[in-house]
C-alpha cells in the first residue's frame, strides 16, 4: 500500500477545464539500479523533469527486496514530495508517474503508479495513455465479479496482466497475451518484485526512451528527463516492443502486429519538452521547422514576430528567421500561476488571461505584429491575447497557428474530447478570425506539419484530430459524450 494515502486532496479547480490549451495525459520515469544510488530522489528529479507532461498529480513506487511500496498525491512533483518522504523510499528499483487525468476522474485513488498483487506477488505500474477499450473489459470483468478500487484503464492494464498470469508461464507471456487485447495507446513501465518492464503500444502513439546512467537504466517518456538525471541516452522503445530490465541485462521483445508506426504529432508541436527527441527527431527543430514552413506558407508584412508564452516562442522564432522580420518578447507570462489557480466561471476564465500574462506596451506600441502559437482550441484564450495586443498600441494582429485547425476528437489521451468544444470544426477560417478579432489568421498544412519533424518518414504520425483519420477504429461504443464525460468536461 502507499505510505500517506490519507494526504489532504484538495479541493482543485483543474486548470485545464478553465483555459484554452490542450493538455498532456502523463509522464513515466523508471530506474533499475545496479549501482548505489538513490532510487527515489533520481525519479523525483526525473519527474521533475517530466512535469510539463502532467500537473494533477504524480507518485513514485520503490521496489525493496521485492516489497513493493510508494507515495502519491495530488498536485506537482514539487508539492507531493519532502525530503522526509523520500528518505523512507529506498529500493532496488523505482518507478514515478506525473498525471494529467485522461480515462478516469482527478482524485487521489486515480493516482499513479498503480501498486496491485497478484499471483506472484506485488507490480506497480505507470501508464501514460489511453486504451479506447477499456470500458468493455472492465464491464466483462465486472459481469465478472471483478472489483475495481480506481476508474483508470491502467487498473484493466493490471487486472489483465493478473488474469494471463494465471495461465501463462511467466510476466513475458502474460504482457503479450495482454497487448494482445488492449487497444489505445500506451507507454508503460511496470515493476515487478525482480524486472522493469517497457511497454510501448504498437501503434508508438505515446513515446518512451531507454538510458543510461553507470550500469543503471532508466526508462523515460522524454529524453530530457534522462538528461536531467545525467544518464545517456541508449535508444527509443519501439512501437509494439517490450524491453526487460533485469541486473544488467536489456531483454527485447517486438511483439508482431505490424501496425503503422503513428506518433501523436502534438508531441512535436506542443507537448514534449523542446530539449527533447522522440524517434530520432528533435522537437525544437520540429518546432523551427513549422515556424519557418508557416512563414513561407502564409506571408505577411509585419515589424515583429511574438511567440505566445512558452508554446509559441520556438515557432514564432522560426517564422521570424524565414521572414526575417525581427522576433521580439513581448508577452510577459507570470511564472508562478500554478495548477492550483481557480477561475469558477466563464467570465473569470477570460480574465485569468490577463493574470498570466501581459503585454509589453512599448516593444508593441504601433506596430504591426505577427502573433505565433501552436494550435486554437476553443479560441476564447487567443481572442483574449490579440485584444490585450491592440490594447497595447498594436496597428495590426496576424495571428499564424504552426498546426492545421483541430477539427475531431482525440481518443488517445489528450483531452481534445468533443467537436463542440473545438472552435475549427464549427467555424470556417474567417469566422474564427472574426471571432479572435485578428486581422489575418493563418494555419500550417497538413502536409507542411508532416514535413516538420525533420528526418521523421512523412507517414509515421498521428493527425487524427486534424484529419479525422484515426490510426485505430475507435469503438462505436466511446461516443463523444463519453469522451468528454472522462475529461471532466
Ligand atoms: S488525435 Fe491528435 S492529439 Fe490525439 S493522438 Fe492523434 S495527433 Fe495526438
Redesign the pocket.
Known amino acids: 500500500m502507499y505510505k500517506n494515502e490519507s494526504m489532504a486532496e484538495y479541493e482543485y479547480c483543474i486548470i485545464s477545464q478553465f483555459d484554452d490549451k ?1 493538455h498532456e495525459a502523463c509522464g513515466v520515469f523508471g530506474v533499475y539500479n545496479n549501482d548505489d544510488l538513490d532510487v527515489a530522489r533520481l525519479v523525483y528529479f526525473g519527474l521533475y523533469a517530466l512535469q510539463h507532461r502532467g500537473q494533477e498529480s504524480c507518485g513514485i513506487a520503490v521496489n525493496q527486496d521485492g516489497e513493493i511500496t510508494g507515495h502519491k498525491g495530488m498536485g506537482l512533483v514539487s508539492e507531493v514530495f519532502t525530503e522526509r518522504i523520500l528518505d523512507r523510499l529506498d529500493g532496488k528499483m523505482a518507478i514515478g508517474h506525473t498525471r494529467y487525468s485522461t480515462t478516469g476522474g482527478s482524485s487521489i485513488e486515480n493516482c499513479q503508479p498503480l501498486i496491485a498483487r497478484y499471483k506472484d506477488g506485488r507490480m506497480a505500474i505507470a501508464h501514460n495513455g489511453n486504451l479506447v477499450n477499456a470500458s468493455k473489459i472492465r464491464l466483462e470483468f465486472e459481469n465478472q465479479g471483478a472489483i475495481f478500487q480506481t476508474s483508470t484503464d491502467s487498473e484493466v492494464i493490471a487486472n489483465l496482466i493478473s488474469r494471463h498470469g494465471l495461465k501463462c508461464r511467466n510476466l513475458e507471456e502474460a504482457l503479450i497475451k495482454t497487448m494482445e487485447i488492449i487497444e489505445g ?1 500506451y507507454s508503460l513501465i511496470i515493476m515487478t518484485s525482480n524486472k522493469l518492464a517497457g511497454i510501448r503500444d504498437p501503434w508508438g ?2 513515446p518512451l526512451c531507454i538510458g543510461k546512467l553507470y550500469n543503471s537504466y532508466i526508462l523515460a517518456s522524454e529524453t530530457c528527463a534522462l538528461e536531467a538525471v545525467g544518464a545517456e541516452f541508449i535508444r527509443d522503445v519501439e512501437p509494439g516492443e517490450i524491453v526487460f530490465i533485469e541486473g544488467d541485462s536489456i531483454r527485447s521483445i517486438k511483439t508482431n502486429y505490424n501496425k503503422p508506426h ?1 506518433l ?4 512535436h508541436i506542443y ?1 514534449a519538452r523542446p530539449d527533447s527527441f522522440i524517434d530520432g527527431a528533435s522537437i525544437y527543430n520540429a518546432r523551427i521547422e513549422a515556424g519557418r514552413l508557416l512563414a513561407i506558407q502564409h506571408p505577411v508584412d509585419a515589424d515583429l514576430v511574438v511567440g505566445v508564452p512558452d508554446s509559441g516562442i520556438t515557432a514564432a522564432i522560426g517564422f521570424s528567421r524565414q521572414s526575417g522580420i525581427p522576433y521580439g518578447e513581448a508577452l510577459i507570462k507570470n511564472r508562478y500561476v500554478g495548477r492550483t489557480f481557480i477561475q469558477p466561471n466563464q467570465k473569470m476564465r477570460e480574465q485569468s488571461v490577463n493574470i498570466k500574462l501581459n503585454a509589453l506596451r512599448t516593444e508593441i506600441e504601433g506596430k504591426r505584429i505577427v502573433l505565433i502559437d501552436d494550435s486554437i482550441v476553443r479560441g476564447t484564450t487567443t481572442k483574449k491575447i490579440v485584444q490585450m495586443l491592440k490594447n497595447a498600441g498594436a496597428k495590426e494582429v496576424h495571428m499564424r497557428i504552426s498546426s492545421p485547425p ?1 477539427k ?7 483531452d ?1 474530447a468533443s467537436k463542440e468544444h473545438l472552435i475549427a470544426a464549427n467555424h470556417t477560417i474567417e469566422e474564427i478570425r472574426d471571432v479572435i478579432g485578428a486581422d489575418s489568421l493563418g494555419f500550417l498544412s497538413v502536409e507542411n506539419l508532416l514535413e516538420s519533424p525533420v528526418g521523421a518518414p512523412k507517414n509515421s ?6 484529419t479525422g483519420d ?2 485505430i477504429n475507435v469503438p462505436q461504443g466511446i461516443s463523444e459524450k463519453q469522451n468528454c464525460e472522462r475529461f471532466g468536461y
Open positions: 490542450i495507446s502513439i505515446r503513428r501523436c504529432i502534438f508531441e507537448f483541430v475531431f476528437p482525440c481518443y488517445f489521451g489528450i481534445i504520425f498521428c493527425t487524427a484530430c486534424f484515426y490510426p
